[in-house]
Nanobody
Framework: QVQLVESGGGLAQPGEALTLSCAASGFTFNTYAIQWHRQAPGKERELVAGISSNGNGNNLYADSVKGRFTISRDNSKNTAFLQMTTLKPEDTAVYYC?????????WGQGTQVTVSA
């Protein structure tokens, strides 16, 4: 059974940091690229960051998070991460992990991140 389980969300104050984790099982993790997406209330889901299957090469970041967020993965632990620093209220959203290989894609259930003073 394929599973992507996000964790690490919660409440943070502006300027603080959070690290999200995405634990994968049920498929060959190191053959899938990983993306983090987010969806704020009333807005469409948007791509935040992406990393290739082996973690080498250039990672992808939305302009809104460049310099603040870092995507990484540990294929030995079937886990991907999103380190978020200097959080802003506009980063408030449900964050989703997505695994992609060709036409095959899996989504996690999401984890809520709320940035508020």
């Amino acid at each position: 059974q394929v599973q992507l389980v996000e964790s690490g969300g919660g409440l943070a104050q502006p300027g603080e940091a959070l690290t999200l984790s995405c634990a994968a099982s049920g498929f060959t993790f190191n053959t899938y690229a990983i993306q983090w997406h987010r969806q704020a209330p009333g807005k469409e889901r948007e791509l935040v960051a992406g990393i290739s299957s082996n973690g080498n090469g250039n990672n992808l970041y939305a302009d809104s998070v460049k310099g603040r967020f870092t995507i990484s993965r540990d294929n030995s632990k079937n886990t991907a991460f999103l380190q978020m620093t200097t959080l802003k209220p506009e980063d408030t959203a449900v964050y989703y992990c997505k695994a992609i290989m060709g036409r095959s894609a899996y989504w996690g259930q999401g984890t809520q991140v709320t940035v508020s003073a």
